[in-house]
T-cell receptor
């Protein structure tokens, strides 16, 4: 079975620019997560979707971050404008009900 | 508040020695419990999981973990560490699809 696909793998942008990440979850997985992993820390949940509805976005900085999951499949995460502290790896994961989450390889964002 | 604690930021063990990584959680009810491993530049790979039943669970790569309800712990163990086990290890808990991670323990393996 195909895994969680993310693109791009790497992105370097200047502060105040915008950036978008894309995620294609495992087929049939209703739950999709976006995590932010800052170097040396554990993944922090940004937003969780159940199908195309938001379950939890309490830790999403909504003044600059947005995410959508159209048609309950693919998802995009956007940052606009980016700050230096947004430099991190952005991980997408999907799961079937409350079983384990399957992770993509992540997008490493560097803001300079 | 719900939380996951991994008390050890960094552990160094000799190759062939035994390993135990600690994980404690604070949740209202017994959540689902997981251990993930992350090698440099890679995503997270599931080592093992506990949902219910036998409190000692076996995972991949020779790892096992024991759930202790009285201590709210889910410690990861391996009897003999290999150099390839050097990585970052994350404990995670899930309750109603809300998956949270600990800060991780970095494992260094000495030759």
């Amino acid at each position: 079975e195909a895994g969680v696909a993310q693109s791009p793998r790497y992105k370097i942008i200047e502060k105040r620019q915008s950036v978008a990440f894309w995620c294609n979850p495992i087929s049939g997985h209703a739950t999709l997560y976006w995590y932010q992993q800052i170097l040396g820390q554990g993944p922090k949940l940004l937003i969780q979707f159940q199908n195309n509805g938001v379950v939890d976005d309490s830790q999403l900085p909504k003044d600059r971050f947005s995410a959508e999951r159209l048609k309950g499949v693919d998802s995009t995460l956007k940052i606009q404008p980016a700050k230096l502290e947004d430099s991190a790896v952005y991980l997408c994961a999907s799961s079937l009900r409350s079983t384990e989450a399957f992770f993509g390889q992540g997008t490493r964002l560097t803001v300079v | 508040a719900q939380s996951v604690t991994q008390p050890d930021i960094h552990i160094t063990v000799s190759e062939g020695a035994s390993l135990e990584l600690r994980c404690n959680y604070s949740y209202g009810a017994t959540p689902y419990l997981f251990w993930y491993v992350q090698s440099p530049g890679q995503g997270l790979q599931l080592l093992l999981k506990y949902f219910s039943g036998d409190t000692l669970v076996q995972g991949i790569k020779g790892f096992e973990a024991e759930f202790k309800r009285s201590q709210s712990s889910f410690n990861l163990r391996k009897p003999s560490v290999h150099w390839s086990d050097a990585a970052e290890y994350f404990c995670a808990v899930s309750n109603n699809n809300d998956m949270r991670f600990g800060a991780g323990t970095r494992l260094t393996v000495k030759p």
